[in-house]
Structure formats: structure tokens, C-alpha cells
Nanobody
Framework: QLQLVESGGGLVQPGGSLRLSCAAS????????IGWFRQAPGKEREGVSC????????YYADSVKGRFTISRENAKNTVYLQMNSLKREDTAVYYC??????????????????????WGQGTQVTVSS
């Protein structure tokens, strides 16, 4: 019933941009915080960014600050991740996920932590020349 579907991944050159989308169904973004996470081959999953369900406040891991922007359109039940100035080290499978207040608080405190409650299937982002 609760479902998250990511899209927008692909191949991009270093310095390029991509926008990822996360379409939610079975629930409304008015009631869940949403985060973006990523996992590169051989590495642990890490948090990228999250956005509040209440006031839209946003939080970013240090690795993406100034380059990535998370946003939401509650009327469309969709969350976005605009990724600019992409680096090779950004290559990963990117996931969106819904989080309850406990894990959202963890994101607020430490956005790089890769924990959430309900996960999408992921979309591949490859940054390569």
C-alpha cells in the first residue's frame, strides 16, 4: 500500500546535473518525512538529504551541501533531488524513503546516516566521462 518509486537516474558527465523524482502512493507527504539515500558498490548506504513533512525544512550530508537540493510538491505527492556539479564519487544507486519522526530526528542531527522506515526500489546514477 505504501509505495515509493524513484526515477530520473542515468549517465551524466562530471560537472553535469540530474534531477531525481520520488513518487509516493498509499500515503501523503503531509504525514511522512522523506529522505534520499545512496549506496555505491562495496560501500555502506549513506544518507544524502531529508525534508520535513511539516515545514519543509531540509538537511544535507556534508558531501552534497551546496550541490544537491531536496524539494517536495505535496499536491503531486512527489519529492525531488536536484543534483548539480556531479562528481564521480556521486555514482551510486539512489533511494528515496519515508521516515517516521524518530528516524527523521536522526536525519536532522546526522543527515549522513542511512536509515529510514519505508524504501523505494532505487535508481542508478552514474557519473563518468
Amino acid at each position: 500500500q505504501l509505495q515509493l518509486v524513484e526515477s530520473g537516474g542515468g549517465l551524466v558527465q562530471p560537472g553535469g546535473s540530474l534531477r531525481l523524482s520520488c513518487a509516493a502512493s498509499g500515503f501523503t507527504l503531509d504525514y511522512y518525512a522523506i529522505g534520499w539515500f545512496r549506496q555505491a558498490p562495496g560501500k555502506e548506504r549513506e544518507g544524502v538529504s531529508c525534508i520535513s513533512s511539516r515545514d519543509g525544512s531540509t538537511y544535507y550530508a556534508d558531501s552534497v551541501k551546496g550541490r544537491f537540493t531536496i524539494s517536495r510538491e505535496n499536491a503531486k505527492n512527489t519529492v525531488y533531488l536536484q543534483m548539480n556539479s556531479l562528481k564521480r564519487e556521486d555514482t551510486a544507486v539512489y533511494y528515496c524513503a519515508a521516515m517516521t519522526p524518530l528516524l527523521f530526528r536522526l536525519c536532522v542531527l546526522r543527515p549522513e546516516i542511512g536509515r529510514a522506515d519505508y524504501w523505494g526500489q532505487g535508481t542508478q546514477v552514474t557519473v563518468s566521462s
